[in-house]
């Protein structure tokens, strides 16, 4: 299928970046950064699915709801939605979410507060409590999970837990960046709503 991707594709368009700008110095085209644009023939892209014996997700995404603490090298916070932390991070977020094509909420700083949604509380929180949190912020699912800092391993180490159709899911990355522990996480959070892995 690799070989012959070609044929999946309905059409592609290449947006320059710099669009708008004047070449400046000696820039050539060649130099331009451009972002590539592929609308794939879903029809072919599902039958190319089906021959690997997997089905596309068709079903309605559930809203995902993403309790997070952090704890870096100075201080542990909760990622809020409109907490005064955390900016990269929540930028990350939907940026991963969107890559993906699920829809993830925060919850509000005056909703942790008032729930008493602390560091420590986001780690050791039961399923029916993650899920009543979950709820309480309009999401279908809840994601709870850790990211710290660690000196040894020059990175983050992201724990993370899904409660899903009656089965608690567990997982962890280390030594990696918060885009990656991101990432990771909503990869496996994807594969276990879709149904296509644990």
Not at 117 to 143: C, F, K, N, Q
Request: charge should be neutral; glycine fraction near 8%; aromatic fraction near 8%.
């Amino acid at each position: 299928m690799k070989q012959a991707a070609a044929q999946f594709v309905a059409s592609f368009t290449y947006h320059d970046r710099m669009a708008g700008l004047p070449l400046h110095d000696e820039q050539g085209t060649r130099d331009r950064p451009f972002d590539l644009t592929i609308a794939f023939d879903p029809p072919k892209i599902d039958a190319a699915l089906h021959q690997l014996g997997v089905a596309p997700w068709a079903a309605p995404r559930p809203v995902l709801a993403i309790f997070l603490g952090v704890r870096d090298a100075r201080r542990a916070y909760v990622l809020t939605e409109d907490g005064e932390r955390g900016l990269g991070e929540r930028l990350s977020l939907r940026d991963a979410a969107a890559q993906r094509d699920i829809q993830i909420v925060l919850p509000k700083a005056q909703l942790a507060a008032e729930e008493r949604v602390t560091y420590a509380g986001v780690v050791a929180a039961s399923a029916p409590r993650r899920r009543a949190l979950a709820e309480a912020i309009g999401g279908d699912a809840g994601l709870s999970g850790s990211l710290v800092w660690s000196e040894a391993a020059l990175g983050w180490t992201a724990r993370w837990r899904l409660a899903w159709q009656g089965r608690e899911y567990r997982w962890r990355i280390t030594g990696v960046s918060f885009d990656d522990a991101f990432r990771d996480a909503l990869d496996h959070a994807v594969a276990i709503l879709s149904g296509h892995g644990a």
